[in-house]
């Protein structure tokens, strides 16, 4: 989090877990009621928010097929993104990822992002902003 944000008081409230390929950041977060979140970091300091509620929505959430679930828009099907971004869909939907992720964990994979996260939801923006204001005075 320090290469990140500048400093590194909030280790705490944090678990770095993984990176898109554009060096975004997925990261646990301990919101101030003590649940747990999957989080967004974009790389270059903006897309900051809350993924999943769980885990395993988060993996449902991968599952999906999106490019980059960071950048995705989640109100479309992945095959909806790719062709908006002139991707190949086959390049984006892992099936064998999909069925895994289904069978493990008894969950069904949804059509679009938006029913599993809320891009709308301000919540960790406004809780990171305001420990940059903290901690980089």
Not at 57 to 86: C, H, Q
Request: charged share 30%.
């Amino acid at each position: 989090m320090k290469y990140w944000l500048g400093f590194d008081d909030l280790s705490d409230r944090f678990g770095v877990f993984g990176s898109s390929p554009d060096g975004s950041l997925y990261s646990i977060w301990l919101d101030d009621d003590h649940n747990q979140k999957i989080v967004h970091l974009g790389s270059e300091g903006g897309e900051l928010y809350i993924l999943s509620n769980t885990f395993v929505d988060f993996l449902r959430l991968l599952a999906i097929g999106y490019d980059e679930i960071g950048f995705a828009d989640m109100s479309k099907t992945a095959e909806e993104w790719s062709a908006a971004i002139d991707m190949d869909i086959d390049e984006c939907i892992n099936i064998n990822f999909r069925n895994w992720v289904k069978q493990k964990f008894n969950v069904d994979i949804p059509s679009k992002g938006e029913e599993i996260t809320n891009i709308g939801d301000d919540t960790f923006s406004k809780w990171i902003e305001s420990k940059i204001d903290k901690y980089s005075s």
